[in-house]
């Protein structure tokens, strides 16, 4: 009688034990973007959207599986941000725009949850992957933001690949550039494309990383919010992590990224409530944009203030979810 009382208490125990691990293990999950701006149904024709829809999945697939591996959040931002990059389709990497000059400079950032650790990069020229070097900066570096020659000799001594600048030239992206300066437009900011990722792994820790080529027909070494740490990037094990798209010098002077983590921390908001009130409140300064994001138990938020954004999240398991528009 003893045994079986001493047997039925430890299979509660044990009970007890597997529903509080259940709890406590971090839900993993991985959410992109690939940018927002006035895309909407019809802007785009079928076969561009399913390519859109593709590299989304394909992107939200590879960085997952880092995330089953049990390997660092910080990998799944890389290795799903390369893939964006490595696409004519987004504005970072080989989709980036042109400056005025006829140039790509590209920026780009990673974050750290668990350290607070930051890389990030500007002006970068014949990089193939700026997000790696912002990661290389992360990694081995004292410092926290280069720029320009300084970001390129790193890169290069890191042993990063190099490209020609003609690498970066697209048909399209040159275009938008004749247009936007033939009709006097200071930055060009229809569809603006940026890519971003942010990852909860197994263990808790988030990450949050950015890369961008800018926006079209910008001038004079304009840097925008994406290497900005705390404007367009920000992670926070705890608390979130945010990676932002849009007009970047509202997200810099409103300081969106920290914004919605401060919120979360020091107002007790969620990341629902706090993601849509910075987003909302932007719109009606004049910034138009978007943001993803995770909080320390995975809810993914994804809101954008313009027509749409090219966006999708995945957990370990199931399908990658994916969508292009808004609602209206
Ligand atoms: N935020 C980027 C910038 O201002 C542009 C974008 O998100 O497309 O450089």
């Known amino acids: 009688m003893t045994q079986v009382i001493r047997y039925i208490s430890l299979l509660i125990c044990s009970l007890f034990v597997m529903s509080c691990t259940t709890k406590d293990t971090p839900k993993a999950v991985l959410v992109i973007h690939g940018g927002a701006g006035w895309i909407s149904r019809g802007s785009v024709t079928d076969s561009m959207e399913q390519a859109y829809i593709n590299t989304l999945k394909e992107s939200l697939l590879k960085g997952r599986a880092i995330l089953q591996k049990g390997g660092p959040s910080l990998d799944a931002v890389q290795i799903a941000i390369e893939h964006l990059e490595d696409s ?5 990497g080989k989709g980036s725009v042109f400056t005025y000059h006829e140039t790509n400079e590209m920026d ?3 974050m750290d949850g668990a350290t607070l650790n930051a890389g990030a990069a500007t002006g970068v020229a014949t990089i193939k992957n700026p ?3 912002a990661r290389a900066v992360l990694d081995h570096s004292v410092h926290v933001f280069l720029s320009g020659a300084g970001a390129e000799e790193f890169a290069i001594e890191q042993g990063l690949k190099q490209v020609d600048s003609s690498y970066f030239f697209t048909q399209n992206n040159y275009d938008k550039l004749l247009k936007a300066k033939a009709s006097m437009e200071v930055v060009k900011q229809d569809k603006l494309g940026t890519v971003g990722a942010v990852a909860l792994d197994n263990n808790g820790n988030l990450a949050a990383g950015t890369s961008t080529g800018g926006m079209t027909n910008k001038r004079y070494g304009r840097i925008g919010d994406v290497p900005v740490i705390g404007a367009g990037t920000y992670a ?3 608390v979130c992590g945010i990676s932002a798209t849009g007009h970047g010098e509202y997200f810099i002077r409103h300081v969106v990224a920290h914004d919605i983590a401060a919120r979360i921390k020091y107002a007790n908001q969620s990341i629902q409530q706090a993601s849509n009130e910075v987003i909302l409140a ?3 300064k004049g910034g138009l944009g978007g943001v993803i994001g995770l909080d320390a138990n995975g809810n993914v938020v994804m ?3 313009t027509k749409g954004m090219f966006r999708g999240y995945i957990s370990l398991e199931g399908d990658p979810v994916v969508a292009l528009y808004g609602t209206n």
């Open 88 to 92: 004519p389709l987004f504005n970072a």
């Open 108 to 110: 780009s950032a990673i």
């Open 131 to 133: 997000i790696q070097v």
């Open 236 to 238: 926070e094990n705890g």
């Open 282 to 284: 932007l719109k009606a």
């Open 303 to 305: 809101p954008f203030n």
